[in-house]
């Protein structure tokens, strides 16, 4: 069968576009409005509910693709879809450096998103998707159409005795997102709490912390392809994780907008705490009474003691990335600095820690009076206010190459560092 297929219910003005045999888009006309349901069917009897929609004898009648749109979008534009003029970024990122978007649209619906796509390609003007804005440094003016993805709402479905697949429009912020999630008593996500950033960002990166990531509870994703506004599903083998990568940094990159993104949780997720400074966190109290609530709370104030609060100074948590080395590097730099950490990987390669790394570089609290290296934390790069991007670009890249002047290690950024001026 082809699809979508479009179809419209008896003397009745609710329309379906039946996209496959376990995914229908419903609108249902309620007075002016159009409720719009993206209906993904995960057990047999609702996948049968769409059979019986297919079925010939039944209350559906088949319509065209135009008659569809005419109830699902009649054609009005959503009127709060503003798109402002020269609008500083500063209070849009975390890092708060000073920028200039040519255009910004904040979108809270995936037609709104649509609309903006749309606006953008008739324009020829590029994109630039904000989620929590935590992971980039901008170095100047963005020429282009920033979209701030602001799609909410979380949404629990049961699975089995005690599993859950919770999902989350990508514009929630994460933070509140986990704290949710176990005021519910749905766990796994505890070890990732208090990581800024939206729940559309997370999996982008693939963030991770205390030995989680957010692969090890993915369960899809619902993205926008830019090009022409379908609707796709990514699952973890599509999504391609790996350390603070996904395919959507790689080859999918620039191509698609995540909308909702969807975890397994588990009321009896085992607790994880072979991180040494949680261990460390809960030795007051005894290993049988631990909750996960216990563990979220160790992991923000460790979090609270290095790194530093965003909304306090401006920073984008790690700035670079832990690098891997193969094997006969890391055995040559242990046996020239003895001290020095490594977590081998599987496959014989080796992690470094690159705040150890930095420190021993002696950059650690490093100032340049308006940005500087975190005094508790070398990873993180600071912004005390005032900096420009370019200022501290300039010096991550002092840094980097101080770094492998010392060791012969190449750091890479782990933030994205955006350059949309019109000169660039
Ligand atoms: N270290 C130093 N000096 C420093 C920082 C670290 O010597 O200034 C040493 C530590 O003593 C330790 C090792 O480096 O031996 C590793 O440090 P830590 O355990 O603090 O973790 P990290 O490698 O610095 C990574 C993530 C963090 C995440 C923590 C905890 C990356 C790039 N960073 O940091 O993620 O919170 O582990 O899991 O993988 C982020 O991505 O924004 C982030 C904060």
Redesign the pocket.
């Known amino acids: 069968m082809e699809y979508p297929v479009y179809l419209q219910m008896t003397e009745t003005e609710n329309v379906v576009a039946v996209q496959g045999p376990s995914r229908f888009w419903e609108g249902q006309k309620l007075g002016q409005r159009v409720l719009q349901h993206d209906v993904v069917c995960h057990t047999w009897p609702e996948r049968q509910r769409v059979l019986d929609m297919l079925e010939p004898d039944g209350p559906w009648t088949r319509i065209s693709k135009e008659s569809f749109n005419r109830v699902w979008s009649p054609g009005v534009e959503e009127p709060d879809l503003e798109f402002e003029a020269h609008v500083e970024l500063a209070r849009w990122t975390t890092f708060g450096i000073s920028s200039k978007a040519r255009w910004f649209a904040r979108v809270t619906t995936l037609t709104q998103l649509r609309a903006a796509l749309a606006w953008a390609k008739e324009r020829e003007v590029p994109l630039l998707v904000l989620g929590g804005g935590s992971n980039m440094l901008l170095h100047g003016d963005v020429h282009a159409l920033v979209l701030q993805v602001d799609i909410r709402g979380v949404d629990v479905s049961p699975q089995g005795a005690t599993g859950a697949i919770v999902s989350a429009g990508a514009g929630e912020p994460w933070h509140g997102f986990v704290m949710q999630t176990l005021d519910e008593g749905w766990h796994g996500l505890e070890n990732l709490s208090l990581?800024p950033g939206n729940v559309g960002a997370s999996p982008m990166q693939n963030?991770?912390?205390?030995?989680v990531e957010v692969k090890d509870h993915f369960a899809w994703l619902d993205a926008v392809r830019i090009e022409d506004g379908a609707l796709e599903r990514f699952d973890t083998s599509n999504c391609q994780f790996g350390?603070?990568e996904s395919v959507f940094k790689r080859e999918e990159r620039g191509k698609w907008i995540i909308v909702r993104v969807a975890f397994h949780l588990d009321r009896e997720s085992p607790l994880r705490m072979g991180?040494g400074?949680i261990e460390h966190e809960l030795a007051s109290i005894p290993v049988e009474r631990r909750t996960h609530r216990d563990v979220s709370e160790a992991v923000i104030r460790i979090?609270q003691s290095?790194?530093p609060d965003p909304t306090v100074v401006g920073n984008?948590?790690?700035f670079?990335?832990?690098p891997t080395v193969p094997a006969a590097v890391a055995q040559k730099l242990a046996e020239a600095h003895p001290s020095m950490?490594q977590y081998p990987q599987e496959g014989g390669a080796v992690k470094l820690?690159?705040?150890?790394l930095?420190?021993q570089s002696g950059w650690?609290g490093h100032s340049r009076e308006t940005h500087g290296v975190h005094e508790?934390?070398?990873?993180?790069l600071v912004h005390f206010g005032g900096a420009t991007g370019q200022e501290v670009w300039a010096l991550a890249q002092d840094v980097m190459a101080s770094v492998h002047g010392k060791f012969g290690v190449q750091l890479e950024p782990?933030v994205n560092q955006i350059q949309m001026h019109p000169s660039a």
Do not use: C, D, T
């Open positions: 990581i963030i991770g912390a205390y030995g350390y603070r991180y400074a979090r290095k790194l984008a948590g790690s670079f990335k832990n950490p820690a690159a705040g150890w930095i420190e650690k508790k934390q070398a990873l993180v782990e």
